[in-house]
């Protein structure tokens, strides 16, 4: 049982995190409300209703949630990667070392700030993309779970790239060269159901095919796979993050001499 | 009877690049000391100090801070330390009060016992006025100061300091001191590593010198600079000499007509050599050490590196 002063110490790293891409919302908060504006007006108004419908929705309507992941994944991933890293980098990641904070505050304490932009980001593309479609949510609890809980998992795998991290190039790279393509083939802009069943089989093994239609499901009612499987792909890849990310920060490595 | 503030016993670290650091080093700081780690570069001081507040993995050894083991509650240790390192390790981007909350939150104060808190060092530091400014944007010195404030925010019992006036000009360094010398009065232990071997004399009332990971000497101030075998004045005249002056019994020079070195061996007092210049009518206008006495004992200490 965490005590009083452990409370503390966590509250001062969410609120440390937020300040920062707060003081910094012209690089964090703006980008990807355009960019995904932008993927409403050519992918989903000009491309789309050209398209026809998916799945019984309008084409729109059907890459929203996707969208709305991307981003969620991408801004929860950047900020703790970035974050972590630059402290790091200044050496003021020794003022965390040095004081008497057990690892599990620091990592949960990092991610929360990575899921409070991941969530910010998420719900005002939510509220963005209603300037171009109108729905109503299919399961609100399913909705906020599946968003939170996938800013969970990759900002747990932004703490993780970034105590391997030597130089900012390194933490660049997984987004780049493995989330960007995991998040396009992950059903995004269109449902797996529409392979063969090799690609369908293969792109079963893409975790963030489970996360799109969960979410998907939540905000439309519409999903490629079974809903309770995907949420119990979730928590086990959260789990399984945490516990390495647990054993790393423990190990020190990346942190400690 | 209390614990030591560190007690150190069979302190080894290798690196993974092979080097090794410390060669099995034991220590022992009391509860209330000012005591002086020195060293000349690379001689494992830093990597003592980062194996104290964790910052560096040890490879064996046991380490305890006022009797607690870090091996077995490292957490409760760090709550009664507070570190300031060689280098600036601070977020430059952040206010200077908030790099010191901050620092208070880790350690667990709550807000209202934090602004208390930062207040008091902060003003006591000389910073209270820069409170809003861009911590990047201070100068060295006073980068120097906050590392000192933020270290103190959550009072720990054991202050350690790591070149705390590298870089501090002659008068900021001397406020440092009067600083650090309250600090100590009102009961905080503190471990300081300096390359102003004049700061250690000042300050310190114990001392180890480790040389390539090993503790080379470790005693007291005093019976350190009683080991010196001679020491040299430099005496600043009242008039100008036109011929060197006769003074039985000692070593001497004239360095100009105006400077005359003399070398006290072991057993000659000042008062010796102030009553040899009377009786030749030699006045003294001042006078100071050629060299820095703890200088001469460092260097006869350690090996040559270069």
């Not at chain 2, 090993?214 to 430099?234: G, H, K, P, W, Y």
Request: hydrophobic letters at 45%; charged letters at 15%.
């Amino acid at each position: 049982m965490y005590q009083v002063t452990e409370w503390i110490a966590l509250q001062t790293i969410v609120v440390k995190e937020v300040r920062r891409f707060m003081r910094i919302w012209v690089q964090t908060l703006i980008p990807p409300g355009i960019t995904m504006i932008l993927y409403f007006v050519v992918f989903g108004n000009l491309i789309g209703s050209r398209l026809g419908q998916m799945q019984g929705v309008s084409y729109i309507e059907y890459i929203v949630p996707g969208l709305v992941m991307m981003s969620v994944i991408t801004n929860a991933y950047s900020n703790v990667a970035s974050s972590f890293f630059s402290s790091k980098f200044q050496k003021c990641i020794e003022e965390l070392l040095v004081s008497p904070i057990p690892n599990s505050i620091i990592l949960l304490g990092y991610v929360l700030g990575g899921v409070f932009r991941g969530a910010l980001v998420g719900m005002t593309i939510m509220v963005l993309s209603l300037f171009f479609v109108q729905f109503t949510p299919n399961d609100l609890i399913m909705t906020f779970l599946v968003l939170f809980l996938t800013a969970s998992l990759f900002a747990m795998g932004g703490f993780i790239n970034a105590l391997f991290a030597k130089k900012f190039d390194d933490i660049s790279i997984v987004p780049t060269f493995i989330l960007a393509p995991l998040t396009y083939l992950g059903g995004v802009f269109y449902s797996i159901d529409l392979f063969d069943p090799f690609w369908r089989t293969l792109s079963l093994f893409n975790p963030i095919v489970y996360m799109v239609n969960a979410f998907r499901y939540g905000l439309l009612g519409i999903t490629d796979v079974n809903i309770g499987y995907a949420l119990a792909m979730i928590l086990i890849f959260n789990l399984l993050l945490f516990l390495s990310a647990m054993v790393l920060l423990h190990k020190g490595v990346g942190v400690k001499h | 009877m209390g614990y030591a503030a560190v007690k150190i016993n069979d302190l080894r670290k290798s690196y993974s690049c092979g080097v090794t650091a410390l060669q099995g080093i034991s220590l022992e700081v009391a509860e209330g000391d000012f005591f002086a780690l020195l060293g000349p570069n690379g001689a494992g001081k830093s990597t003592t100090i980062g194996i104290l507040c964790s910052l560096v993995a040890k490879t064996s050894g046991n380490v305890s801070i006022f009797g607690i083991d870090i091996d077995k509650n490292f957490n409760r240790a760090k709550q009664l330390l507070g570190v300031v390192p060689q280098e600036f390790n601070f977020n430059q981007f952040e206010k200077v009060i908030d790099v010191v909350m901050t620092q208070a939150g880790y350690y667990g104060l709550s807000r209202h016992q934090a602004q208390g808190k930062a207040e008091y060092y902060l003003k006591a530091l000389g910073l209270w006025e820069k409170r809003y400014t861009v911590s990047r944007s201070l100068s060295g010195g006073m980068k120097r100061r906050l590392m000192i404030a933020r270290a103190l925010v959550h009072e720990p019992r054991l202050l350690i300091l790591d070149e705390p006036t590298a870089g501090v000009d002659i008068e900021l360094r001397r406020s440092m001191w009067d600083f650090l010398t309250e600090l100590n009065a009102k009961g905080t232990t503190v471990i300081l590593t300096t390359h102003y071997l004049e700061e250690a004399e000042s300050l310190c009332r114990n001392v180890a010198i480790i040389d390539q990971g090993c503790i080379v000497e470790n005693t007291s101030m005093r019976a350190l600079l009683d080991q010196l075998d001679q020491q040299s004045f430099l005496f600043d005249l009242q008039e100008p000499l036109a011929v060197v002056p006769i003074l039985k019994d000692f070593s001497y020079q004239l360095v100009d007509p105006q400077t005359l070195e003399i070398n006290l061996g072991h057993g000659q007092s000042l008062n010796d050599v102030f009553e040899r210049l009377n009786q030749v009518n030699i006045r003294v206008r001042s006078m100071k050490n050629k060299s820095n006495r703890l200088e001469a004992l460092f260097i006869s200490r350690v090996q040559p590196t270069l």
